[in-house]
């Protein structure tokens, strides 16, 4: 299989020697078919809710422009979360 990294580099990742880019990790990915964040993080790390997993398969039955909503949705409320959390934590840097 070819990953596009040289063996070496993949010999340091695996002997925890080195850590990949950001640009090998995506081709490391690409060649297995599998996320980035399956090679970042152990099962237990990544896993949605139960109620949280039937509402995506939900959503992913919608017709493509209803899905459109719900991911803009979401991406607006994952913005403000984060700007909230970014406030907060320059506002207690201040004081």
Do not use: C, N
């Not at 209803?66 to 984060?82: N, T």
């Amino acid at each position: 299989m070819h990953v596009g990294v040289h063996v070496d580099s993949l010999k340091k990742y695996e002997a925890g020697q080195a850590q990949p880019s950001l640009d090998a990790l995506k081709k490391m990915a690409l060649a297995l078919h599998v996320s980035t964040d399956f090679l970042l993080f152990d099962e237990h790390e990544r896993v949605l809710s139960e109620d949280l997993a039937l509402q995506l398969e939900a959503v992913s039955q919608m017709p493509a422009d209803e899905q459109m909503v719900v991911r803009e949705v979401l991406e607006s409320l994952i913005i403000k979360y984060q700007s909230r959390r970014w406030d907060s934590g320059r506002q207690a840097a201040k004081g």
